[in-house]
């Protein structure tokens, strides 16, 4: 946009210098200089056209170019995008699967370690158990003797004081 409006300028530029070119050259001359001043004019009034006829073809393929040059590009930076986010999407599924194969082996671990413990309790349990049992069969068996010492003694001497009153 900038070269274009520099391009005007400069024609415009170059117009007024013919036509004060062409003032001053009718004011010095007689009329048959007149005349080739004129033509002189002329000439350089098709070379201008010519020029500024060339100047908007070359301006129109420019502006063509830059077209297609940002259409080439958009689709260029569209495709990296696809390939990149192909790219991430598939990064994300393996993370993702590293991940759940992480956990997957920690919840198979822990159950293995839960289910050990689980062994290990039940195991304590019944080990707590049987030593609570032997114990209380122990206190069964001592507190019998002594119920059964108590008793032999009272009934001993119940004997004996109803064998004494007789």
């Given at each position: 946009?900038?070269?274009?409006?520099?391009?005007?300028?400069?024609?415009?530029?170059?117009?007024?210098?013919?036509?004060?070119?062409?003032i001053v050259l009718i004011k010095q001359h007689s009329s048959q200089e007149q005349?080739?001043?004129?033509?002189?004019?002329?000439?350089?009034?098709?070379?201008?056209?010519?020029?500024?006829?060339?100047?908007?073809?070359?301006?129109?393929?420019?502006?063509?170019?830059?077209?297609?040059?940002?259409?080439?590009?958009?689709?260029?930076?569209?495709?990296?995008?696809?390939?990149?986010?192909?790219?991430?999407?598939?990064?994300?599924?393996?993370?993702?699967?590293?991940?759940?194969?992480?956990?997957?082996?920690?919840?198979?671990?822990?159950?293995?370690?839960?289910?050990?413990?689980?062994?290990?309790?039940?195991?304590?349990?019944?080990?707590?158990?049987?030593?609570?049992?032997?114990?209380?069969?122990?206190?069964?068996?001592?507190?019998?003797?002594?119920?059964?010492?108590?008793?032999?003694?009272?009934?001993?001497?119940?004997?004996?004081?109803?064998?004494?009153?007789?």
């Amino acid at each position: 946009m900038l070269e274009t409006n520099a391009l005007w300028l400069i024609l415009i530029g170059i117009a007024l210098e013919l036509i004060l070119l062409l003032i001053v050259l009718i004011k010095q001359h007689s009329s048959q200089e007149q005349e080739q001043t004129a033509q002189k004019f002329l000439d350089y009034e098709k070379r201008l056209d010519k020029n500024e006829l060339s100047l908007r073809d070359e301006f129109g393929r420019n502006r063509e170019e830059i077209r297609q040059s940002s259409k080439d590009s958009r689709e260029e930076l569209n495709t990296v995008f696809i390939n990149f986010s192909s790219l991430l999407e598939g990064k994300l599924r393996a993370i993702l699967e590293s991940v759940n194969n992480s956990a997957r082996v920690n919840r198979e671990e822990l159950s293995a370690a839960l289910e050990k413990m689980r062994g290990t309790v039940e195991k304590k349990l019944l080990d707590i158990q049987n030593e609570n049992s032997a114990r209380l069969e122990k206190m069964r068996e001592t507190v019998d003797e002594k119920l059964h010492k108590t008793l032999e003694t009272r009934l001993g001497e119940s004997f004996k004081l109803v064998s004494e009153r007789l």
